[in-house]
């Protein structure tokens, strides 16, 4: 960096850019409340999942993080048009839509972005098999609210980005993908802006750590198939029977779709707390899920 661009940011509290970007740092200094959709997911190197994709390897480096990145994001960039992808913090990333300039169809650009990354995982996996020795999973939640955004930090180092409860909901439900073994979730601001190009699930209402209400929560894929429509009907069916304490024929729908849908998550889970209902009784049981960790 030139010194004399480096003494300017120092004295003014701010980088110095032109052009396109210097609109977002120009639009966050005079705006704080904007509509965001925020996107979380995370690539660790034995399994699992946080805020939007970082190899995280114990004997990794730069140029291998990069190599893994890369191919993530220009598909999920490419497809989604015009998201702020934030820099990565740790093992998480963070993209948002609906900021600087406010996008009608943020959810679905958002929604795009995450299946892309999805499906970009499985020849990434088949091309980095030998180098990494474990397959690598993402989980990516995402949240639709009111955010502060703009310019945090210091004068040393400051970035554009968003903070509140709607950005803190967003990694909740991307922590809870590897609970529920859905790699795509949403809540439901999100779900009810999604149009006509996909279909959701609702997998569960769940308690998550720091949120007052419980949030219910879907899997999105893109619209395909009547059959697959049909089955996700089926399954959200299993989960209002045991939400309504119907608990037999919670476990009977459950069970029966796990003979043509084995590993299924959500289905796991409906089957799992219908059962231990059904030893109990019902004792004690709460329609609105706990998960065992954020």
């Given at each position: 960096?030139?010194?004399?661009?480096?003494?300017?940011?120092?004295?003014?509290?701010?980088?110095?850019?032109?052009?396109?970007?210097?609109?977002?740092?120009?639009?966050?200094?005079?705006?704080?409340?904007?509509?965001?959709?925020?996107?979380?997911?995370?690539?660790?190197?034995?399994?699992?999942?946080?805020?939007?994709?970082?190899?995280?390897?114990?004997?990794?480096?730069?140029?291998?993080?990069?190599?893994?990145?890369?191919?993530?994001?220009?598909?999920?960039?490419?497809?989604?048009?015009?998201?702020?992808?934030p820099l990565p913090t740790g093992d998480e990333l963070m993209a948002m839509w609906g900021v600087p300039e406010p996008q009608p169809d943020q959810a679905a650009r958002a929604a795009r972005a995450s299946l892309a990354m999805r499906d970009t995982l499985a020849p990434l996996n088949q091309r980095r098999r030998d180098e990494l020795g474990k397959h690598m999973a993402i989980g990516v939640g995402i949240n639709s609210g009111p955010a502060q955004v703009g310019n945090t930090g210091s004068r040393?180092?400051?970035?554009?980005?968003?903070?509140?409860?709607?950005?803190?909901?967003?990694?909740?439900?991307?922590?809870?993908?590897?609970?529920?073994?859905?790699?795509?979730?949403?809540?439901?601001?999100?779900?009810?802006?999604?149009?006509?190009?996909?279909?959701?699930?609702?997998?569960?209402?769940?308690?998550?750590?720091?949120?007052?209400?419980?949030?219910?929560?879907?899997?999105?894929?893109?619209?395909?198939?009547?059959?697959?429509?049909?089955?996700?009907?089926?399954?959200?069916?299993?989960?209002?029977?045991?939400?309504?304490?119907?608990?037999?024929?919670?476990?009977?729908?459950?069970?029966?779709?796990?003979?043509?849908?084995?590993?299924?998550?959500?289905?796991?889970?409906?089957?799992?707390?219908?059962?231990?209902?059904?030893?109990?009784?019902?004792?004690?049981?709460?329609?609105?899920?706990?998960?065992?960790?954020?």
């Amino acid at each position: 960096m030139p010194e004399s661009l480096r003494l300017r940011i120092l004295e003014q509290g701010t980088a110095v850019f032109e052009g396109p970007l210097a609109e977002p740092l120009e639009l966050g200094r005079q705006r704080q409340d904007e509509l965001a959709h925020d996107l979380y997911a995370l690539l660790p190197s034995a399994s699992g999942p946080a805020r939007l994709l970082v190899a995280r390897q114990s004997e990794g480096n730069v140029s291998r993080q990069h190599v893994l990145l890369e191919p993530l994001l220009s598909g999920a960039v490419r497809v989604s048009n015009r998201s702020q992808i934030p820099l990565p913090t740790g093992d998480e990333l963070m993209a948002m839509w609906g900021v600087p300039e406010p996008q009608p169809d943020q959810a679905a650009r958002a929604a795009r972005a995450s299946l892309a990354m999805r499906d970009t995982l499985a020849p990434l996996n088949q091309r980095r098999r030998d180098e990494l020795g474990k397959h690598m999973a993402i989980g990516v939640g995402i949240n639709s609210g009111p955010a502060q955004v703009g310019n945090t930090g210091s004068r040393f180092k400051f970035k554009y980005g968003p903070l509140g409860n709607t950005v803190n909901l967003a990694s909740r439900v991307q922590g809870l993908t590897k609970y529920l073994r859905c790699r795509f979730l949403v809540t439901r601001p999100t779900r009810e802006q999604l149009g006509d190009g996909f279909i959701a699930r609702r997998v569960v209402r769940a308690r998550v750590l720091n949120i007052e209400e419980p949030v219910d929560l879907y899997e999105v894929e893109q619209a395909t198939t009547p059959e697959r429509d049909a089955f996700f009907r089926a399954t959200e069916a299993a989960l209002d029977a045991l939400e309504a304490r119907d608990f037999a024929a919670a476990a009977r729908a459950a069970g029966g779709l796990l003979l043509q849908h084995r590993g299924d998550g959500p289905l796991l889970l409906a089957l799992s707390r219908a059962r231990a209902a059904l030893m109990n009784d019902g004792a004690d049981f709460d329609p609105v899920w706990a998960p065992p960790g954020k």
